[in-house]
């Protein structure tokens, strides 16, 4: 089967289910930055150049974003013209990535 990116509503389907996961603390804390989803740039490297994530959380230019070919959230900083910095490997379920969200957005 080949990849194939997600979509709008595939994103917010997932969303919404993953949500349902989460500590009744964690639905606060999300909550509190969630944004309408917007596509960002990755870059893992020069030879497969920007990949689009979908940052579903901002609080300044720290981000929460869903990475559709790993499959998974991540928390990164952002730059001005929207490349994440430093990204990692996210395969990280909502729940699994919150609380770093929470404690990363505060710092």
Request: avoid cysteine; proline fraction near 6%; aromatic fraction near 12%.
């Given at each position: 089967?080949?990849?194939?990116?997600?979509?709008?509503?595939?994103?917010?389907a997932?969303?919404?289910?993953?949500?349902?996961?989460?500590?009744?603390?964690?639905?606060?804390?999300?909550?509190?930055?969630?944004?309408?989803?917007?596509?960002?740039?990755?870059?893992?490297?020069s030879?497969?150049?920007?990949?689009?994530?979908?940052?579903?959380?901002?609080?300044?230019?720290?981000?929460?974003?869903?990475?559709?070919?790993?499959?998974?959230?991540?928390?990164?900083?952002?730059?001005?013209?929207?490349?994440?910095?430093?990204?990692?490997?996210?395969?990280?379920?909502l729940?699994?990535?919150?609380?770093?969200?929470?404690?990363?957005?505060?710092?």
């Amino acid at each position: 089967m080949l990849w194939q990116p997600i979509t709008a509503t595939e994103l917010q389907a997932l969303v919404q289910e993953q949500e349902q996961q989460l500590s009744r603390l964690q639905q606060d804390r999300f909550a509190a930055y969630r944004v309408k989803p917007w596509s960002a740039v990755l870059v893992r490297s020069s030879a497969t150049g920007p990949e689009p994530v979908f940052v579903v959380a901002q609080r300044g230019n720290k981000v929460l974003y869903f990475d559709d070919v790993e499959f998974g959230f991540e928390v990164a900083v952002v730059d001005a013209e929207g490349q994440i910095v430093n990204p990692g490997a996210p395969q990280n379920v909502l729940a699994d990535v919150v609380d770093d969200w929470w404690t990363f957005a505060s710092e």
